[in-house]
């Protein structure tokens, strides 16, 4: 009997303290809900509709302008002076500005063949042409491989460089500074530059060189990134959903109408005599490109887009990669506005509206309303929203304008339209990264410099018959587990079943799937393994 009594009142102890913690727990949350979280919930709603239609004009009127461009025919061939350089009897090879290629490369075992081999293909006088390579490898063997392709490649004739330096400061923007040091540089009148994936067509140079020699005023002639393995995976398609919206839409209407642009670091050619008026390049962000270009522009230099040439070159197929990448990427225009948006203000060499786009447009809104609003809204407050039922979202807000962004998005590859959900899924995972990085690179940091060259696997080479890239196996749990995406996964996962049992609007479904989403990235089940290795 008395064991009888022990087994039943011993759980009827633990039901009471159970209930007893409940009630408590929903006392605690009453009291504080509509005197707090309720008015917070309120300011970051109207911060983030305001933050959102910020966006919405933004994109609106970059798409108009795009159709304008379409329209009209605004081709750059039309805005700016080409002609082929012809040849000169009595001048010779002397017609043909001199040319220096450079690539820098950082143990890139992978792909150093393929860009070297792509440069030194470059058709261009071949006493008006100097290849550079240089080399910050660490890994000896890497830098003995380099040193023989180089060597391989200048038996067959051909002007190249192998240049090495003691030390890796600077990072790339150090590689490139040091290379310009060299003494046969002084001859040279443009750089072309190319990272170690990127593979130039033989008539690059006869494409983008006769802008640059016919209009004194151009700085810089950006050329158009071509993916070659983006159909490696579901990872890389939507990199390239993200990255043609880029190409084709943003630099598009900075080449148009401001003839200003971001560089983007890689197959660009630049008037070595604008580069030295801009200052060269430095070293303290991690975006050294947007640094030369932001600097050039203020000194009234114009900008060029070719979205006709396009150049190839690999987007990171490993989860690791890609989000080294994307720090940098979020990180350093965020740390460089920090750095410049007192220097852009007092510049007088631009215009005001030159001014208003470089800060507002191309810094506040791309480079940080964008990583921000995309997390805090629609991982963080929308959700919330469905707890505290007292704070509505208007549904031009919750739906409306984020769709149409998103349409807008696909304009730049429209064989993707069908992936549309699965982009809208992992840019808000991704833009819980971005949004750190965004503000470690506002506040500078320890991590506002951390540079960690993006992984290259060589997807070229899978093509060949017998030559595949290395399998890139991940087996660490420091490295497989991403706790913060784990968090608001399970944050999301809470909501959603929260909007099942007392929720109206069947808003469930959005957030069980970007659970799901964060849970994925979260266990590093993204780009683990390289596809088809």
């Not at 494409?207 to 950006?222: D, E, K």
């Not at 060029?304 to 197929?317: D, F, H, I, R, T």
């Not at 510049?347 to 997390?375: D, E, G, P």
């Amino acid at each position: 009997m008395d064991r009888l009594s022990s087994s039943t009142v011993l759980p009827d102890a633990f039901q009471g303290a159970r209930d007893d913690i409940s009630m408590q727990l929903g006392i605690i949350w009453a009291q504080i809900k509509a005197p707090l979280i309720v008015p917070l919930l309120r300011i970051s709603v109207v911060l983030c509709l305001i933050m959102s239609l910020m966006l919405f004009f933004e994109r609106v009127y970059m798409g108009i302008v795009i159709v304008l461009i379409k329209l009209f025919g605004r081709k750059p061939e039309k805005r700016y002076k080409w002609e082929a350089i012809k040849d000169d009897v009595e001048l010779g090879n002397s017609a043909y500005p001199m040319v220096l290629v450079q690539i820098p490369m950082y143990n890139e075992r992978e792909v150093y063949q393929l860009s070297i081999g792509a440069a030194c293909g470059l058709s261009w006088p071949s006493d008006r042409i100097i290849i550079q390579v240089l080399d910050d490898s660490t890994d000896p063997t890497i830098k003995d491989l380099v040193e023989l392709e180089c060597q391989r490649w200048a038996s067959k004739g051909i002007n190249i460089k192998y240049e090495i330096r003691d030390n890796r400061n600077g990072y790339k923007a150090g590689a490139l500074k040091e290379g310009m040091k060299r003494s046969y540089v002084k001859q040279c009148d443009y750089v072309a530059i190319f990272d170690a994936d990127f593979q130039p067509e033989p008539d690059f140079l006869w494409r983008t060189i006769p802008f640059l020699t016919h209009n004194p005023q151009l700085a810089l002639v950006q050329a158009r990134w071509k993916f070659v393995n983006s159909d490696e995976c579901l990872m890389t398609r939507i990199q390239e959903m993200s990255l043609d919206y880029h190409f084709t839409v943003e630099q598009e209407v900075g080449s148009s109408t401001y003839a200003f642009f971001g560089f983007n670091g890689t197959a660009g050619v630049w008037r070595i005599a604008a580069l030295n008026e801009a200052g060269g390049w430095k070293d303290r962000t991690t975006v050294e490109d947007m640094d030369l270009a932001v600097r050039a522009s203020l000194k009234g230099w114009k900008f060029l887009y070719l979205g006709g040439v396009k150049v190839k070159n690999e987007l990171p197929s490993t989860l690791k990669a890609y989000r080294y990448q994307q720090h940098r990427w979020s990180c350093g225009p965020a740390n460089l506005f920090r750095k410049m948006v007192m220097e852009i203000i007092r510049n007088k060499k631009v215009s005001l509206w030159k001014k208003v786009h470089v800060i507002y447009s191309f810094f506040f809104i791309r480079k940080i309303i964008a990583h921000i609003n995309t997390f805090v809204f629609y991982c963080i407050v929308l959700p919330a929203t469905v707890v505290v039922p007292e704070v509505a979202v208007p549904k031009w807000g919750a739906v409306y304008i984020p769709s149409f962004i998103t349409l807008l998005n696909a304009v730049g590859t429209p064989r993707s339209l069908h992936l549309l959900v699965f982009w809208i899924l992992f840019e808000n995972v991704m833009s819980l990264h971005r949004m750190k990085a965004t503000i470690i690179g506002l506040l500078e940091t320890n991590r506002a410099n951390e540079w960690i060259v993006t992984e290259k696997l060589g997807d070229a080479l899978k093509a060949k018959p017998g030559l595949k890239a290395p399998r890139k196996a991940r087996f660490r749990i420091g490295e497989r587990l991403h706790l913060l995406e784990l968090a608001v996964g399970a944050f999301l996962l809470f909501v959603g079943w929260y909007d099942v049992f007392f929720g109206k609007n069947h808003f469930f479904l959005f957030l069980f799937m970007q659970a799901a989403a964060f849970f994925i990235v979260g266990f590093g089940y993204v780009g683990t393994f390289v596809p088809n290795s």
